[in-house]
T-cell receptor, first 110, second 117 residues
Framework: AQSVTQPDIHITVSEGASLELRCNYSYGATPYLFWYVQSPGQGLQLLLKYFSGDTLVQGIKGFEAEFKRSQSSFNLRKPSVHWSDAAEYFCAVGSNDMRFGAGTRLTVKP | GAVVSQHPSWVICKSGTSVKIECRSLDFQATTMFWYRQFPKQSLMLMATSNEGSKATYEQGVEKDKFLINHASLTLSTLTVTSAHPEDSSFYIC?????????????FGPGTRLTVT
């Protein structure tokens, strides 16, 4: 069965610092992988996705993620965090049905 | 493009009543729509998957008689919470997918917050 693990429930970084959010997945075939961001009381916005090809994926808002099959990981990165990046981040895997990780809440310190 | 709307954005209802939530794909035809619920500070849990013109497929543990899903057209799916109880209070989010695009990407609505008093 497919599943997603986000090991970090809450991360705090200083504005301008780099960020990496971890995501590990379990999937029987080539996974379709996604990162979404959710602001309080809002729906989900797609940051980036990986279906195939180049394992380093560029997304919106300066985010990128790298697919590493050997580690079953799809970590999200940003070189310099802005205060507006504070939100909940979800990693998801799936094709016909999508499974979400538990989410990582990002707090940005001024 | 690929905008999904939900109506209402929030609703309060009394215990025992039913409430209907609409999910619309505004600029594309959604061959498949999904319904999720999200409890505070938790992740999204898939409730059911519906294909246009077919009966919805419910996830294990989701009561199909309580959460009625209708996907009568390629742009509209509805979720009706019947005989609502306070424990049904949650954030309900729909998403839509257009398989003709060749992508498995789902486009999410803004969510509907249901409070049952």
């Amino acid at each position: 069965a497919q599943s997603v693990t986000q090991p970090d429930i809450h991360i705090t970084v200083s504005e301008g610092a780099s960020l990496e959010l971890r995501c590990n997945y379990s999937y029987g075939a080539t996974p379709y992988l996604f990162w979404y961001v959710q602001s309080p009381g809002q729906g989900l916005q797609l940051l980036l996705k990986y279906f195939s090809g180049d394992t380093l994926v560029q997304g919106i808002k300066g985010f990128e993620a790298e697919f590493k099959r050997s580690q079953s990981s799809f970590n999200l990165r940003k070189p310099s965090v802005h205060w507006s990046d504070a939100a909940e981040y979800f990693c998801a895997v799936g094709s016909n049905d999508m499974r979400f990780g538990a989410g990582t809440r990002l707090t940005v310190k001024p | 493009g690929a905008v999904v709307s939900q109506h209402p954005s929030w609703v309060i209802c009394k215990s025992g009543t039913s409430v209907k939530i609409e999910c619309r794909s505004l600029d594309f035809q959604a061959t498949t729509m999904f319904w999720y619920r999200q409890f505070p500070k938790q992740s999204l849990m898939l409730m059911a998957t519906s294909n246009e013109g077919s009966k919805a497929t419910y996830e294990q543990g989701v009561e199909k008689d309580k959460f009625l899903i209708n996907h009568a057209s390629l742009t509209l799916s509805t979720l009706t919470v019947t005989s609502a109880h306070p424990e049904d209070s949650s954030f309900y989010i729909c998403s839509a997918r257009w398989l003709a695009s060749g992508s498995y990407e789902q486009y999410f609505g803004p969510g509907t917050r249901l409070t049952v008093t």
